[in-house]
């Protein structure tokens, strides 16, 4: 949307009903709550194991610190993210790109996962 607004608003998914930074907002939390653990461990060793905390436990430091340092950074971004503020917008997908190509290059491979995204992802 941001690409195709030329110099005029974006025209955002669920921007008619306003809760376009809700539902971003959402998708961030769930990325957020896979990448990196956030908060104490479930007790007994049960929900969800975090990539980062996947990739320690197997010996891959290296891909959980730079898993750890993209999702940090796009977290800080996504914090300050608001549909009425492109240039937000355009510097929070800057870093979900940075997350994305992490996920890509640095994560799967290790964990021989075969990732792909096309435009029809919605990314």
């Given at each position: 949307?941001?690409?195709?607004?030329?110099?005029?608003?974006?025209?955002?998914?669920?921007?008619?009903?306003?809760?376009t930074?809700?539902?971003?907002?959402?998708?961030?939390?769930?990325?957020?709550?896979?990448?990196?653990?956030?908060?104490?461990?479930?007790?007994?060793?049960?929900?969800?194991?975090?990539?980062?905390?996947?990739?320690?436990?197997?010996?891959?430091?290296?891909?959980?610190?730079?898993?750890?340092?993209?999702?940090?950074?796009?977290?800080?971004?996504?914090?300050?993210?608001?549909p009425?503020?492109?240039?937000?917008?355009?510097?929070?997908?800057?870093?979900?790109?940075?997350?994305?190509?992490?996920?890509?290059?640095?994560?799967a491979?290790?964990?021989?996962?075969?990732?792909?995204?096309?435009?029809?992802?919605?990314?």
């Open positions: 949307p941001l690409r195709a607004a030329s110099g005029r608003k974006p025209d955002y998914p669920r921007s008619a009903s306003g809760s930074a809700a539902q971003w907002a959402a998708q961030w939390d769930a990325i957020a709550a896979i990448a990196v653990l956030r908060g104490p461990a479930p007790p007994g060793g049960t929900g969800l194991v975090p990539l980062e905390a996947y990739l320690r436990g197997r010996g891959l430091n290296p891909a959980a610190d730079a898993l750890a340092a993209a999702t940090q950074k796009a977290a800080g971004r996504m914090a300050t993210i608001d009425a503020m492109p240039a937000r917008a355009s510097a929070a997908a800057r870093d979900l790109t940075v997350l994305k190509q992490v996920a890509e290059s640095r994560v491979p290790p964990l021989k996962i075969n990732l792909g995204f096309s435009d029809g992802d919605g990314d």
